[in-house]
């Protein structure tokens, strides 16, 4: 009873205290949950989108780490990282670009690693005729416009302007390019039709709904693929699961799905 008097002449104090204790408490047990939350961003180029999907969700099954994507090509993820984006791992289409980073001093250089090795195709929609088999019939009229992704900054695109130069119709086929800011958006276009053909990495054409032939592998330097962790990271432990994880049985199995030649192989 004396309790409750004493409580009862200052209710507007014993209310603020508890209600204060209860404020403080959810804070911290909210600030638990955040911080507590592992993830990582992964920067990759546009060919390993279907791929990269499926895997992230693979690796946070395993892991427990969740991943977060951005896709683009790989000369503009290239910028975009030596501007200090908030990037963990680093999923090149080209060796190249990751030697490029290497020599910035961006990478962790036991991370870096040959992941695989992309396939260029030639892709049409099924109701096109006539067909096209061959990077030759790219000349022909019947074919107005040719999508490829941008040689400056997409090694797709660089890899479809030299089988077009090495098949010899580079010259006849160059005022009917568009050009996509990578490789996927070249794809778009002929799947939309904008363009008629896309020269496109074998990894998009596989899970599409259309016809497509492999470019010879001899036509075009090889599309070496390599991966990195970035110096800057604040999650390098998570990022060098991930980037394990991709060389991994799990990881090989599904890359070898949608097209990839792996390491060794």
Known sequence: MIQ???WNNHPTHFWLFVITVLILLAGCSQGHVDHGKKEIVVGAAADLTPAFEELGREFE???GIHVTFSFGSTGTLTQQIENGAPIDVFAAANVEFVDQLEREGLIIPDTKAMYARGRLTIWTRKEREPAVARIEDLAQPSVARVAIANPEHAPYGKAAREA???AGVWAAVEPKIVY???IRQTMQYAQTGNADVAITALSLSVTSDGRWTLVPEELHKPLDQALAVLKSTRSEG???RFALFINSPRG????????FLLPGE
Request: proline content about 0%.
């Open 61 to 63: 099954q395993e892991a």
């Open 238 to 240: 998570e990022a060098r």
């Open 252 to 259: 090989r199995s599904t890359m070898r799905k949608y097209g």
């Open 180 to 182: 996509g800011e990578n």
């Open 164 to 166: 077009l130069e090495s």
């Open 4 to 6: 409750y008097n004493r």
